[in-house]
């Protein structure tokens, strides 16, 4: 694949045969050296076939080969142009996501009772294979309502606090999303998975807050060293698998109809000015808000926990959401496009949005905060969104560490080891349903996310406003 | 569904079989059969010895699945996508697998061409069909052992082939991407 440099942290893959646009990647040599043996950088090329597309195919430094799209790929297509929209562009697990949340707790709180907390979270929890809600199994009206208002649904029940709701992205509910879009099977799956944790990457932690960049943003976010923090990494479990793949085979017949051209097949898709597109985006949606429900109900999952774990009092814990970003999701934006406003469909395949200053807090001076999570090993960054996200990426970045080790590998490499021993001597409390989990998602079978963020900041697309650096983890 | 008479089990047969591909993100399956059945058994067997330690399941309970598709390939995903469904949505997990493939009425096994087909007329007489049988039973942590949580099977460069080596037998190849 032929690349050209166009800045140290910015390579182009040339427009030939039927690309529409040329490929871009954030990567800094080292990154891009990685790369050059796998199949992500002849996915970046193929994602430039799509109709519609504008600008770049782009690829951000957690790129990895995926199928489909790239991992870390994002591409926005314009609908007045016949531009499409993919299911393969968005991914099974449909708004797959990160939250983080403060609270008023210091390490020295936590460190001596920190089995015991995770413990506690493991129990409060559900996750791994077969996990059923902590919850009550919602009904058919539930899920009507749940799919319609997403985190305010949770909200509703009692799971978090209204305020919350300031601090998701889109307010944690996408209008358009419509049951009628969603398959019966779809419905059948997701009734019995809200508040459930899943498995794979997923996972909820709590870290310590262990430097900060950022200083004007981290006090605009509440954030401070020695503090400890809440991730939870989760998305729209078998709801969204089962739309992705309801409307895979749509838009597989889709583009015969439409006579589109694509190099793989996973790249199907349809305008998104079609009846198909427009039936995907309202089931898509629906799975995102179902997402944004799932996240908001293990936090208040993970609030009980805590509560129980340190037998502390709600107001000493003082949970308080920072932000909640989803990285594999596809909406209409309107973006600056060689000086004129265009609604576009912007695709983020394993990227998260870089606002500034819109989708942050009123009053907010600062961008969006960014939520880049690492392996289970190292640390994760929150960072924040600049002005030129929006002129280069269409307001993206990164999304996380990106796998350099394929699962087999990793489990290869890691065998006969105890893991959890060995990351418990590094301060790392970690509990885990499967045992293949953990040497699956082992720091080395992951890119240094250091490297990642750091790459972003080079470039001016994201800035990092904070390290933190986990002491428990739990893992489906 | 009409009963049948499963072929001959292609397990353990050199000539039938499945692999595992490194590919970063996800999991590839190398998988290969003297028939299009035994292909899509293999498969779906590669796909549960990932999910579980498929050893410890007892063949106790058959689930019936018919599944349809356009084409070879988007039958072979939704035969797959049927496996993971009836394990993720409702906890059956399967370990044995028998598949009869219906072509399209006036087509044979291995003379599709999607690309002249006609999707504004497609009927149901347009469509390959698949009746399976899977046999397993419910998932119990207690005694089953969870490996990888797969997701789905994916279209990524999906295409069956299939090879009549001269004067050998002729066997069906398929590399699929599952997304973990």
């Known amino acids: ?476 | 569904m009409t009963d049948f008479e499963p072929e001959n089990d292609a397990t353990g047969d050199p000539a039938a079989g499945w692999e595992v591909m490194d590919h970063t993100a996800d999991i590839g399956l190398r998988v290969w059969a003297p028939t299009l059945e035994g292909l899509f058994e293999q498969a779906a067997e590669g796909v549960a010895s990932l999910s579980v330690d498929i050893t410890r399941i007892d063949p106790l309970v058959q689930r019936r699945v018919e599944v349809e598709g356009w084409d070879l390939e988007e039958l072979l995903v939704s035969w797959l996508q049927e496996f993971l469904y009836l394990w993720s949505g409702s906890g059956f997990i399967g370990r044995r697998f028998q598949v009869r493939i219906l072509p399209p009425s006036k087509q044979e096994p291995g003379e599709q061409d999607p690309e002249k087909a006609d999707v504004e007329k497609a009927g149901v007489e347009n469509v390959w069909r698949l009746e399976g049988v899977i046999t397993g039973e419910m998932w119990d942590p207690g005694r089953h052992e969870a490996y990888t949580d797969i997701k789905a099977a994916t279209y990524h460069n999906l295409k069956i082939r299939s090879e009549n080596p001269a004067g050998g037998k002729i066997i069906y190849r398929v590399a699929l991407i599952l997304d973990t």
Not at chain 1, 226 to 239: A, E, K, N, P, Y
Not at chain 1, 335 to 363: D, E, I, S, Y
Not at chain 1, 370 to 389: F, H
């Open chain 1, 1 to 476: 694949m032929k690349l050209e440099r166009v800045k140290d942290w910015l390579w182009e893959i040339p427009k030939t045969g039927k690309m529409r646009v040329p490929g871009r990647i954030y990567a800094t040599k080292p990154l891009l050296e990685q790369l050059r043996s796998e199949g992500g950088l002849e996915q970046v090329a193929n994602v430039a076939h799509l109709p519609g597309i504008v600008g770049y195919s782009l690829a951000m430094p957690d790129i990895h080969w995926g199928y489909g799209f790239p991992i870390g790929g994002v591409a926005a297509t314009d609908p007045a142009a016949g531009g499409v929209i993919s299911p393969g562009g968005v991914g099974y697990d449909i708004n797959c996501g990160v939250r983080l949340a403060t609270t008023q707790l210091q390490l020295e709180d936590v460190q001596p009772k920190i089995q015991k907390l995770v413990a506690s979270m493991f129990r409060h929890i559900p996750c791994g294979v077969g996990s059923h809600g902590a919850v009550k199994r919602a009904g058919h009206q539930e899920m009507l309502d749940l799919i319609k208002n997403g985190a305010r649904w949770a909200v509703k029940r009692g799971y978090g606090k209204s305020d919350d709701l300031n601090f998701i992205e889109d307010g944690g509910s996408l209008p358009g999303a419509d049951p009628d879009r969603v398959s019966q099977r779809a419905m059948d799956r997701g009734s019995e998975q809200v508040g459930t944790l899943g498995s794979g990457n997923h996972f909820a932690e709590i870290e310590v807050v262990e430097e900060i960049y950022h200083p004007e943003a981290a006090r605009e976010f509440g954030i401070r060293e020695g503090q400890i923090t809440l991730m939870i990494h989760t998305g729209s479990r078998g709801f969204g698998y089962q739309i992705c793949d309801d409307y895979l085979k749509l838009m597989g017949r889709a583009i015969r109809r439409y006579n589109i051209e694509i190099p793989d097949r996973q790249l199907a898709c349809a305008p998104v000015e079609s009846e198909e597109g427009r039936g995907y985006l309202a089931a898509m949606f629906a799975a995102a808000n179902y997402a944004w429900a799932n996240r908001q109900t293990i936090m208040h999952l993970a609030e009980k926990a805590f509560l129980e774990g340190l037998s502390c009092h709600p107001r000493d814990l003082g949970l308080s959401l920072v932000y909640d970003v989803c990285h594999n999701i596809a909406k209409l934006e309107n973006h600056q496009v060689g000086g004129k406003t265009r609604r576009l469909c912007v695709h983020r395949k394993g990227a998260t949005r870089a606002f500034w200053p819109q989708g942050t807090r009123p009053g907010r001076s600062v961008g969006q905060p960014i939520i880049i999570p690492g392996d289970m090993g190292s640390c994760s960054y929150l960072a924040v969104g600049t002005p030129k996200s929006l002129e280069e990426t269409f307001g993206s970045t990164a999304h996380g560490a990106g796998r350099v080790m394929s699962r087999t590998q990793a489990v290869k490499t890691f065998a006969g080891r105890d893991l959890a021993a060995e990351l418990s001597e590094e301060g790392i409390t970690v509990m885990a349903q499967g045992r293949r989990t953990l040497a699956e998602e082992m720091r080395g079978a992951y890119k240094n996310v250091a490297d990642v963020v750091d790459t972003m900041e080079l470039a001016g697309i994201s800035l990092k406003v904070a390290r933190l650096r986990p002491i428990g983890v739990i893992k489906g």
